[in-house]
């Protein structure tokens, strides 16, 4: 049984594993008549123990496992597990060759669409007391009958929290990682650029102008919602968490612009 005498002993191991399954497929349309073009499309499945670690390249994340002593009850999708991906982009060359103003500009693009990352949903504080460092990351119990990926869909409510309740006192959730689903991402990036050779000063002088613009449609890209339940405001019993399921903030930006001239010799 845990010694209750100590508090908190931390204990680093490359004990995980991970599992990568996809479907990728690419079409490409080779330059012709100024034109080239290029549609990507991944349908994958990832699952880990944790989509992160203590190093200088950790990507986000949960750490911590909640059961040290059964750690099997980590497995889930990864935290960087996008199902599908799909990206188209090309780029076209103006045909205005003999025209020594519109010569050599190019306008190219880059249409990026994906589903949504996998996220864990915390019971936001210790039920079960067994300390450590989660920090209230434990995660509740799954209502039965109910789906670990209740999703409505809205912005100020992107999941039913109601479906999860606490666990009884010393004990672990039945809820696994990563079982919900946060939003996707839509994005078009613009670009109009020139390349010009300057043989005057040097025949490999070169000036390009670029202009580029962020999501050219202003969409936006919703960030996950806040996924810890409770409060612990009424002590061990806790408290809805007023904020759970609701989605405040965004990813990515919204639509910018800007300039770039570039000197090459």
């Known amino acids: 049984r845990p010694n209750l005498n100590f508090s908190n002993l931390h204990l680093r191991s490359n004990w995980g ?3 990568y ?3 990728q497929t690419s079409v490409n349309r080779r330059m012709a008549n100024n034109f080239l073009a290029q549609v990507s499309y991944t349908y994958s499945k990832s699952i880990d123990y944790g989509s992160a670690d203590q190093g ?3 990507i986000g994340g949960n750490q911590v496992a909640m059961d040290p002593f059964h750690t099997n009850m980590e497995c889930g999708r990864s935290s960087f597990d996008y199902t599908h991906v799909l990206k188209l ?3 076209y060359e103006l045909p205005f060759g003999n025209n020594q103003l519109l010569k050599g500009w190019k306008l190219s693009g880059v249409y990026t669409l994906q589903s949504g990352p996998p996220f864990t949903v915390f019971t936001g504080f210790d039920r079960t007391g067994a300390g450590g460092p989660n920090n209230g990351n434990y995660r509740p119990n799954l ?3 109910a789906t670990g990926n209740p999703i409505i869909g809205q912005k100020d409510l992107w999941f039913d929290p109601t479906v999860f309740t606490l666990q009884a006192i010393g004990t672990y959730g039945n809820l ?6 946060g939003p996707g991402l839509q994005n078009v990036n613009f670009a109009l650029l020139k390349q010009t050779s300057v043989p005057r000063i040097s025949e490999l002088f070169k000036v390009e102008f670029r202009a580029e613009v962020n999501n050219l449609a202003n969409h936006p890209n919703y960030a996950l919602p806040t ?6 405001g009424t002590g061990t019993n806790g408290a809805r968490n007023a904020a759970a399921g609701k989605i405040t903030g965004t990813v990515g930006g919204s639509r910018s612009v800007q300039f770039a001239l570039r000197l090459s010799i």
């Open 56 to 58: 200088p390249d950790s």
């Open 143 to 145: 209502a039965p009958g």
């Open 227 to 232: 996924a810890t339940i409770f409060t612990s």
């Open 17 to 19: 594993s991970s599992n």
């Open 21 to 23: 399954n996809s479907l």
């Open 89 to 91: 982009n090309g780029i």
């Open 176 to 181: 696994g990682r990563s079982t919900a689903v």
